[in-house]
């Protein structure tokens, strides 16, 4: 379908969804700004309260916060494997949804980086958590793993956000070019003076592809060093070498099929049917299919360990998980995220975009519970058998939990609507025939 459009009506179908919005979308913020002031508002109680009005306890220490954490850190790397892995790999069919998905890296990881400040609980006592060196020995391990995250998770995102930004600037000019008023300030400051000659072109191209380099290892060793928050434990059913990659493939497989959840309905609302086209998706329905079966095969390869290592603490960690108290969590978490996928490989159902839309939910929930899974299982069911207890989460947690996924998605709405959704570049390189670009 790229070849059949024209610039003009690249720019022109891009800029209409810059108009000034009409009641609907009014109505979408309004009810995303509420679930925000809720979650805000659970999180002001747990403060007033303590942390005691989380369902966390002895000897389960972290709960929902850290399961979203990890949650979001996943969602954040669908744009590091769309934009940058598969850009290197000249894969032409991601110029649709490359701009989507490097917000949401930048916008899941902002999400993400609330959740330790959460789980802080005395949250003003944020400065202990700041690797500054004083005689005081606040920070005398620097080779934990959670200094790993402060260092790995800001990188990730100053990387990420300049890829973001970089690869917008010729958008952003084109914007300035077509605006007025206040608005043509606004873009002539945001463009850095980009004029569109071909030194510029060459810089630009250049460094898009560095930074494209650049975030394709830095996003595998983001997701392996939170799995070590993890994996460099003792817990049962964490000391394990797998994890790394588990965590990596597991991340980009919930992180795909948030892309299939947001771009669905944007192509159906701004109509950008000639530009997101069915095989787009279809595309990243059959990236699902694959990353799906890694991480049934990661879970897999956890039972075929602990079975061959005839530890006995592993083995009954495993059963537990299956059959014990969580049993219900483990199979949803299974189905969800490795047979429900599968429905991908039939061409009926990938092409369907109400089914492509409720699959994608559906892996996301399993992605969610597989966290669940994995942080709780272990700690809830140590070594000691007279430690062991059970976690639920809480009222509060669930609060603040739907807080931050109205806040993703409220960023989300208010960046398709005043900057481009869609890089009018990207799809300008797909045109194979000839164009001038409109204005």
């Avoid at 290592?309 to 969590?329: K, L």
Wanted: charged share 15%.
């Amino acid at each position: 379908m790229a070849e059949e459009l024209t610039f003009e009506q690249i720019d022109k179908t891009v800029f209409d969804t810059l108009r000034p919005p009409d009641q609907g979308y009014w109505t979408l913020m309004g009810l995303l700004f509420l679930g925000v002031l809720a979650g805000a508002g659970c999180w002001l109680y747990q403060i007033f309260k303590g942390i005691g009005v989380t369902g966390q306890n002895n000897p389960v220490h972290w709960g929902t916060y850290i399961i979203n954490f990890v949650f979001w850190v996943g969602i954040a790397h669908s744009g590091t494997l769309i934009s940058a892995i598969l850009h290197l790999f000249r894969a032409g069919w991601t110029n649709p949804i490359a701009r989507a998905a490097e917000t949401m890296t930048v916008f899941a990881v902002c999400t993400a980086g609330l959740f330790p400040f959460i789980h802080l609980g005395r949250v003003w006592l944020v400065h202990y958590m700041i690797p500054i060196p004083n005689q005081r020995l606040l920070w005398p391990n620097f080779q934990s793993p959670l200094m790993f995250d402060v260092v790995a998770i800001s990188t990730y995102l100053t990387v990420s956000s300049l890829f973001w930004y970089t690869g917008m600037l010729p958008d952003l000019a084109t914007i300035r070019d077509r605006s007025q008023g206040m608005r043509r300030k606004i873009f002539s400051i945001l463009s850095l003076g980009w004029t569109g000659e071909l030194e510029q072109w060459r810089h630009y191209a250049r460094g898009y592809l560095f930074f494209a380099a650049l975030a394709t290892p830095l996003a595998i060793s983001v997701h392996s060093v939170v799995s070590w928050d993890f994996a460099l434990s003792v817990a049962p059913g964490w000391h394990t070498t797998i994890f790394a990659p588990y965590f990596v493939a597991g991340a980009i497989h919930s992180g795909l099929a948030m892309v299939l959840a947001l771009m669905i309905p944007l192509r159906k609302f701004f109509r950008y049917e000639k530009i997101i086209t069915v095989k787009v998706l279809e595309s990243v329905a059959k990236t699902i299919v694959f990353t799906g079966l890694i991480v049934g095969f990661a879970y897999g390869t956890e039972y075929f360990i602990a079975w061959y290592s005839r530890n006995s603490i592993e083995m009954e960690t495993f059963r537990w998980r299956a059959f014990g108290d969580y049993a219900p969590e483990y199979w949803i978490m299974v189905i969800c995220n490795t047979i429900i996928p599968l429905l991908f490989l039939f061409k009926k159902v990938r092409t369907h975009l109400r089914l492509m839309f409720v699959i994608s939910i559906i892996v996301n929930i399993g992605m969610w519970y597989e966290r669940f899974v994995i942080i709780i299982g272990s700690v809830a069911h140590d070594f000691i058998p007279h430690a062991w207890g059970l976690y639920r989460p809480t009222a509060v947690e669930f609060g603040i939990m739907i807080g931050s996924f109205c806040l993703f998605f409220l960023l989300f709405a208010l960046f398709i609507k005043h900057l481009p959704s869609v890089s009018m570049t990207k799809m300008k390189e797909s045109v194979h025939h000839g164009g001038h670009h409109g204005g």
